[in-house]
């Protein structure tokens, strides 16, 4: 690169925000960008708090959606920290901070208690958080829930704490998850939440959380769904989620770079006004500051982001700073000043980062559909104009209902600005005639030209029976499991030695144990048992404990998976799908559908090993 470009990321879009460490850093602010979005999150708060006296918020969003970030802003306005709050008041608004700091720090500052949660009981976590933060004591019996509701509520009213205690618990998620997997209760969380809305503003609790509550609970059973419905309820769950223009604005304020060239803002005229029609002038000055994306990328990162194998934010800077293949900074290392990271380049990225992610995902079908269509187009011989302009069409139709942008031919051409008009015009008829694109009269604009209408979810819910059994033995053949070698002895002595592995329902358990024999190559066998029938757990471990007494003379050793509410959907789903992929004649003249449902059994076989 020339040294008189500069082109780089701002430093706060290169790492993420963790609020028990960023809380008191002088440089946690710096170049924060504050949306209107993010300003409603808090006078929505505030307004809770002093009109009906509700103090207990989550705030949900999808990954890097700027929530930690948001949470430090928020100590900054409303702690202790006079400096801190004078540049908080600069970054929010004068409007939302007035309307924030009424109420939330109406004399003085307010004690913040930051809290990053781990997979762990919340009475512990929240406990362990006021002895580091040298609020309380740890009690002589340890925290509880009864212990750490009374310590949070008697530290929220101290004068020393100023107007109260506000506690924001990041990854609050991971207590759920942890939960959920453990069956614990969570009667905590509605204690504290209980306390802190009857606490007169004192106490004020902000969970920060991933996915809505109710996901977290998703393969639990009805009734626990119900009780975490019930606490759900306690809290008033926010939104944050930057809107689509606001995203483009924070992609620009991240890429720090020389004024873009004229035909650059030429270009991003064009788009917008094809997006817009008029009154553009907001948006042009958002996406003249993305150079040297080309503003089509620009618009689609967030949408692209917000997807359910993306992260938000956090994936658009990450793909602003990512070394990959095909990737922004992979781009920048050959940029000489001339051309733009095209929509055909940032195709390439996800076709080779994040493919199976996408083929696993509720996107997979309208993606493997575009696939195949770059794959024939490839395949027949196409020139690269032919080809870039193909994935041009794929990638802006995938996400148009969220960009806004259609493939219309003053776009399409914008992104081939070195091809003559008639080069173009006979690249889109060549497209035309393989039947690998379609035009769209009633949008005036292309669109991948979908040849398969093969509906994957309703042929597994065809094939899924609710209560039906599991051919263990097909679902070990499925997952390709391995024996487990015993490497130190291996590496101790030369000798190789290894266990086999097994999986099986506890109804079986006894006649699998009975049918294993000894077998020169084995030294023993592990078994991995099942309660397929809804067996208790007394009766699950007398069954394992019956099985292990079978044979003396053949080592077993047998145990029970906690996760069975996680594996059986999983196992049952993976068999449909084979299934599917060895007798559905839909897939025999359907490349398509084939690819997308050879990409979600790679998913699930790889979910169902790591569970």
Not at 294 to 300: F, G, K, R, T, Y
Not at 465 to 474: L, Q, R, S, T, Y
Request: neutral net charge.
């Amino acid at each position: 690169m020339p040294k008189s470009l500069d082109i780089k990321i701002a430093r706060r879009f290169q790492r993420s925000v963790r609020i028990d460490t960023d809380m008191h850093a002088d440089m946690a602010l710096d170049g924060f960008v504050c949306p209107q979005s993010a300003r409603d999150v808090l006078t929505t708060m505030a307004e809770h708090v002093n009109d009906t006296g509700q103090a207990a918020f989550t705030w949900t969003g999808p990954y890097g959606s700027g929530k930690s970030t948001l949470a430090v802003v928020l100590s900054a306005l409303v702690g202790p920290n006079k400096p801190h709050r004078v540049r908080a008041e600069r970054l929010i608004g004068t409007g939302t901070c007035k309307t924030v700091l009424d109420v939330f720090a109406k004399q003085t500052g307010r004690t913040i208690l930051p809290i990053v949660a781990r997979r762990a009981a919340p009475a512990t976590i929240l406990g362990e958080a006021l002895e580091d933060a040298g609020i309380e004591r740890r009690p002589k019996n340890g925290w509880d829930e009864k212990s750490v509701i009374k310590a949070l509520l008697l530290a929220a009213k101290k004068p020393a704490h100023g107007s109260g205690l506000l506690v924001i618990i990041d990854e609050l998620g991971k207590c759920l998850e942890a939960a959920a997997q453990d069956g614990a209760d969570l009667f905590c969380l509605q204690e504290l939440a209980e306390t802190a809305n009857r606490s007169g503003g004192h106490l004020v609790i902000v969970g920060v959380l991933h996915q809505a509550f109710g996901d977290y609970a998703s393969r639990l059973s009805g009734s626990v769904r119900d009780e975490w419905a019930k606490i759900q309820g306690r809290f008033v769950d926010l939104t944050v989620n930057t809107a689509g223009e606001e995203q483009i604005d924070l992609i620009g304020q991240a890429i720090e770079s020389n004024s873009p060239p004229r035909s650059y803002v030429k270009e991003v005229r064009t788009l917008a006004k094809t997006m817009r029609g008029e009154n553009t002038a907001a948006l042009e000055m958002r996406l003249s500051a993305c150079w040297p994306l080309n503003p089509i990328v620009a618009c689609l990162l967030g949408p692209i982001s917000r997807r359910r194998f993306g992260q938000n934010q956090r994936s658009v800077f990450g793909f602003l700073n990512s070394a990959e293949l095909f990737g922004f900074q992979h781009f920048l290392k050959e940029f000489d000043g001339s051309g733009l990271y095209q929509p055909s380049i940032l195709w390439d990225y996800l076709r080779t980062n994040l493919e199976p992610s996408i083929l696993a995902s509720p996107d997979s079908h309208r993606w493997a559909t575009a696939a195949d269509a770059v794959d024939r187009c490839i395949s027949s011989g196409a020139d690269p104009l032919t080809v870039d302009l193909l994935k041009t069409i794929a990638i802006i139709d995938l996400f148009k209902d969220r960009s806004g942008v259609l493939a219309k031919r003053d776009v399409l051409k914008g992104c081939l600005p070195k091809v003559s008009a008639g080069d173009f015009k006979s690249a889109l008829s060549e497209l035309e005639d393989a039947s690998l694109i379609v035009f769209r009269k009633f949008k005036d604009a292309f669109a991948i030209y979908a040849g398969s209408d093969f509906n994957i979810e309703k042929a597994v819910q065809a094939e899924v029976k609710p209560g039906g059994d599991i051919d263990f033995g097909e679902l070990k053949r499925l997952l390709g499991l391995q024996p487990l070698l015993a490497k130190r002895h291996y590496r101790d002595t030369g000798a190789m030695r290894w266990f086999d592995v097994h999986i099986a329902p506890i109804s079986g358990l006894i006649a699998i144990a009975k049918s294993i024999s000894i077998d020169p190559s084995a030294i023993g066998h592990f078994v991995l048992a099942f309660p397929t029938r809804g067996e208790s757990e007394e009766l699950a471990q007398n069954t394992c404990a019956r099985a292990r007494r079978i044979g003396d003379e053949v080592d077993i050793i047998i145990g029970q998976s906690p996760r069975t509410d996680h594996i059986l959907p999983y196992a049952q789903e993976l068999a449909a799908l084979k299934r599917i992929s060895e007798t559905n004649l839909e897939l025999r003249g359907d490349p398509v559908a084939r690819r997308e449902v050879h990409g979600r059994i790679a998913s699930l076989q790889a979910r169902l090993e790591s569970e």
